[in-house]
Each structure stands twice: as structure tokens, then as C-alpha cells.
């Protein structure tokens, strides 16, 4: 009947089916169902999960979970239990490779399934990494560092101190170009901060991540990690950047500033999109082609600018109908010092939070516009509900994107509590963060089923 570890995580009736027929976890089973024939190896199950599915690893590289009352014949063959750990290697320094430094923080791109539970986890140091994607040493000599191993809801302004401090460490040291493995759920929140926070870089700082992890054939760590070493490495944008997927495929990346990015699919390998601008560059294996006509080009100095503040007193609040003055008088009473609306249309909120907002200016909460619609400006002066909210202490905050304004003013607030010095660093542009203009193309939001963009999706790609 086998032992306790020979059917780690089954139960039940899940387990009775597996013992009836002699197959064990990790076994290359034959499976007959009244669904049809399966071919794939047993995997563990995980200890919150039912007792009416086997789990099978297709020849595919996917899962899936066949419910034991279709189940009517089993065959397994038994293999060694696999080992799922990657091992760290000693990465080859090979000369005149450019000098890399990579920062581990944890996500998808660093991280493996924990069968107990059924769960990514962060769970590969950057050396493992390494291991798995060994043509990273085609392309640079790398270093590598774990600074903490969280997911990115995790992340906030302890971690984007600490990373801005081992920015400065490292250009201090002379070192080429930076990567930071991150999770992709907050990434953009940490591009902004890493973008006010490390000013005058002399060299490439890229965020990368990964939104199908490691283990599955569709996983986009491994191309993501190769453009961003690529882009660290050698290319001549010295700037806090995000490197993912460009289209769905694996044709390139695209360069995303810190300041216009945004996640913007739960799941598609596409998910970053830079808003109200066009992308920094694309990047390949093979080359970097740059899109923006300017940015900040890297240097042979050292002399970078770390300024390592933030303060947790701030926060944001999305404007809905009908919203009660309640939650914004919550929001002061609990010592929240900064606030950025995300408002509707032009930057408005209803009439009936007026009371709460000349209330929160007085104790001198310092409050901020933006727009719920992504794309565009705050225009205040166009209507009087935008009038009426300026003249109550409300600013408004340009084209600078919600989750940015929140970065900035608590960056801002680390530093001085004064009105007028908030401002300053709030409506003072420290990389495109606000914009004179967006250009024609900083805005492509295309309608399936339109006889014209079915006809270029036909054509071209996703």
C-alpha cells in the first residue's frame, strides 16, 4: 500500500483511488477517465486542497487535477523523487564583459511551487538563478546580492530605502549596471520610488520581473532576466527602468521609466505599459533600440545622487459616488499627513466631502490631484468643482500617474513637512514624472471587433 510519503498531501478518496491502483506521488502514470486518456506524473497535493483530484504533470509542463469519480484505470511507473531545489553555481567571469550587479528581493522570477501548499513562493537565491538561466553569462559577469526575499505587496518604503542605499553602495564601487529581481504585482511602485530616490545615475538601473513563474513552459523569467542583463550591461540609458515583455510573444522587451509605467493585465506577459508616453527602448538579446529621443545617457563617473526618504504618513483615496466626508476625517484623525485623490473626469471629487477637505487643510494635511482615467491631466481650473477644491488646499498634480503622486509626496514628506518645499518637489519634474505634453502615440487603447484593429492584429500580432 506504500508509506505516508509515497502520497504526500492525498486524502480520502484521492488516496483510496491511488492505493487501489498501486500508483504513488512522483509515479509517470497512465490514467483512464470517462473524459479520455491522460498521460503525466503524479504530483503532490497540497494540505488545504480536496480529496477528489489527482494532480498530474502533463508532458506539456501544465497541471491539472482529474476528479477520482471519472477515474476508471491507473498504471504507474515508478521514478526517483525529483529534486526541485536549483542549485546555486559559481557564476564564470569571463573578460570584457561588462560587470553586473544583481539584487534579489524575491517574486515570481525568483521563485519555485511549494508543493506542500500548492503556492509560488520566493524561494531561489540570486545564484540559483544562475543555475536555471546559465546564458546569462554570455552576456555579463555577473554579482549577485539577496537583499530580502519578499513578494512585491510586500515591498514599501523600509525596502525602497534599503535598495536605494545598495544602489549608491554599488555605483560607488564602480560596477556597470544594476538589476533588481522584483515581484511584478508593485514593481512600478518601486520605479518610482527608486527614481526620486536615486537621482543622476551614472549608469542603468533595471527592474525586472516575471508573470508565469519558473516552472511553467509559458514562463517569461528566463528572456525577461537576459534583456534586463543586456540593458545593465550595456546600454547607454542611465535611468531607473522596467524591462518585461513587449508583445505577448518572445520577440523583445520594451524599457518602461520608472515614473510613466504601470501594470496593467492581472496575467498577460505584456503587462507593462508606459502611459501617456512611449517606451524608453526595446531590448533583445542581440541589441537595444532606443524609442525616446532623449534620456539620461550613462557616464564614467561614480557621482550619483541617493536620497533615501519616505514617509508611511501618507496615502491615497479613490473618489467613488456618493463618498462620505467620513473617510477622509478617518484618514486625518489616524495622522495621515499626505493624501492624493484619484478623482474622476478632470481631477473632481463630489461637494460633500468639502467640509472634510477644508478641515484636513487646516491641520495641514498636504493633498494632491489625479485622475482615475490613467491617461491625461488634472485640469482644475475648467469647471468650478475644481476651483472650489483649489481654493480648499487641493493641488493638482499634472499627468503624474496616482500610484507616482503616492510614491512622490511620501518621498517628499521624508524630507520637509513645509507647504511651499512639498510643492516644489511635488510640481518639479525629476524624470517625466509630469510632462509638457503627451505625444499623439502616448495613448493606443485599440477595440477588438473593429473592422481595422481585427484586421491588424490579423496581421501583425498581439
Not at 393 to 417: F, H, R, S
Request: glycine residues 10%; neutral net charge.
Amino acid at each position: 500500500m506504500g508509506n505516508e510519503n509515497d502520497f504526500q498531501g492525498y486524502k480520502g478518496a484521492a488516496l483510496a483511488i491511488l492505493q487501489k491502483y498501486n500508483v504513488h506521488v512522483w509515479d509517470n502514470a497512465e490514467v483512464e477517465t470517462t473524459l479520455g486518456h491522460f498521460s503525466g506524473k503524479v504530483l503532490p497535493r497540497a494540505e488545504n486542497t480536496d480529496d477528489q483530484h489527482i494532480v498530474l504533470k502533463l508532458i506539456t509542463g501544465y497541471n491539472i487535477g482529474v476528479n477520482v469519480t471519472t477515474i476508471t484505470a491507473m498504471n504507474g511507473v515508478r521514478v526517483p523523487q525529483p529534486v526541485f531545489q536549483i542549485p546555486e553555481k559559481q557564476f564564470p567571469m569571463t573578460p570584457g564583459l561588462p560587470k553586473v550587479k544583481l539584487f534579489g528581493t524575491g517574486g515570481t522570477i525568483a521563485s519555485r511551487l511549494d508543493y506542500r501548499t500548492g503556492a509560488v513562493i520566493p524561494a531561489f537565491s540570486p545564484g540559483e538563478l544562475y543555475g536555471a538561466v546559465p546564458e546569462l553569462a554570455d552576456i555579463c559577469n555577473l554579482e549577485t546580492e539577496k537583499v530580502f526575499a519578499v513578494f512585491s505587496e510586500n515591498m514599501g518604503p523600509k525596502q525602497y530605502i534599503e535598495l536605494a542605499k545598495a544602489i549608491g553602495r554599488e555605483i560607488e564601487n564602480g560596477i556597470d549596471g544594476i538589476v533588481i529581481g522584483h515581484g511584478t504585482d508593485t514593481l512600478h511602485h518601486t520605479g518610482a520610488a527608486l527614481t526620486f530616490m536615486c537621482q543622476n545615475l551614472p549608469v542603468p538601473v533595471v527592474l525586472v520581473g516575471s508573470q508565469r513563474s519558473s516552472d511553467r513552459p509559458s514562463s517569461d523569467a528566463a528572456l525577461n532576466l537576459m534583456h534586463a542583463m543586456k540593458t545593465a550591461g550595456t546600454s547607454d540609458i542611465a535611468e531607473v527602468m522596467v524591462c518585461m515583455f513587449g508583445p505577448t510573444s518572445d520577440e523583445y522587451g520594451l524599457l518602461h521609466k520608472g515614473t510613466r509605467v504601470r501594470k496593467m493585465h492581472s496575467s498577460y506577459r505584456s503587462t507593462f505599459r508606459t502611459i501617456g508616453d512611449t517606451p524608453l527602448a526595446m531590448v533583445s538579446r542581440e541589441k537595444i533600440t532606443p524609442i525616446h529621443k532623449t534620456y539620461n545617457k550613462r557616464r564614467d563617473d561614480k557621482n550619483v545622487k541617493i536620497l533615501p526618504y519616505f514617509s508611511d504618513k501618507v496615502t491615497m483615496l479613490y473618489y467613488y459616488p456618493a463618498m462620505k466626508p467620513d473617510i477622509l476625517d478617518a484618514m486625518v484623525d489616524a495622522g495621515y499627513k499626505g493624501i492624493v485623490f484619484v478623482g474622476t473626469g478632470l481631477g473632481h471629487v463630489n461637494k460633500e466631502l468639502y467640509p472634510a477637505i477644508e478641515r484636513a487643510h487646516k491641520k495641514g494635511v498636504h493633498m494632491y490631484m489625479t485622475l482615475q482615467t490613467i491617461w491625461g491631466y488634472v485640469h482644475m481650473f475648467v469647471y468650478d468643482t475644481g476651483r472650489d477644491m483649489m481654493a480648499k488646499g487641493i493641488i493638482p498634480a499634472g499627468n503624474m500617474l496616482p500610484e507616482v503622486a503616492y510614491i512622490k509626496l511620501g518621498w517628499a514628506l521624508g524630507q520637509t513637512d513645509d507647504p511651499e518645499e512639498v510643492k516644489r518637489l511635488m510640481l518639479t519634474p525629476i524624470n517625466d514624472e509630469i510632462t509638457d505634453r503627451e505625444p499623439y502615440n502616448g495613448y493606443l487603447v485599440y477595440q477588438g471587433g473593429v473592422p481595422e484593429v481585427e484586421e491588424f492584429i490579423r496581421n501583425v500580432h498581439k
